[in-house]
């Protein structure tokens, strides 16, 4: 099992229409690409003072294969999507984790 996972720090005054997108069309979207089989969308508790709120998506992919296949055939386009509705409102990075 692979996890790809993807940590977004979102702007306060765009949160809620992010949340929106996220839940409604950008993870159904990845989803339907088929190459993951579950997610969890958490959002980062943590104590002190910080800009904008961080949330985590996890992605679940049975193997190495379909995260090259997602990288390849998809990635561009809904990262592009979602790096233009919401610009400079917030920064996200992705990581890779396999299970052991």
Same mark, same amino acid.
């Given at each position: $099992?692979? +996890? ?12 809620? #229409?992010? +949340? ?23 959002? !980062?508790?943590?104590?002190? *003072?910080?800009?904008?709120?961080? @949330? *985590?998506? $996890? @992605?679940? *992919? ?10 390849? #055939?998809? &990635? ?8 233009? #509705?919401? #610009?400079?409102? $917030?920064? &996200?990075?992705?990581? !890779? !984790?396999?299970?052991?």
């Amino acid at each position: $099992m692979i +996890l790809y996972n993807v940590t977004v720090n979102i702007d306060p005054e765009v949160e809620e #229409k992010w +949340l929106n997108y996220m839940k409604n069309i950008h993870i159904p979207e990845v989803m339907k690409t088929g190459c993951f089989s579950e997610y969890k969308f958490f959002r !980062l508790v943590s104590e002190g *003072a910080q800009e904008g709120t961080n @949330y *985590a998506i $996890m @992605y679940y *992919a049975p193997s190495m294969d379909q995260i090259d296949l997602y990288l390849e #055939k998809y &990635a561009e386009k809904l990262r592009q999507d979602h790096q233009e #509705k919401f #610009k400079d409102k $917030m920064v &996200a990075f992705r990581s !890779l !984790l396999e299970s052991v």
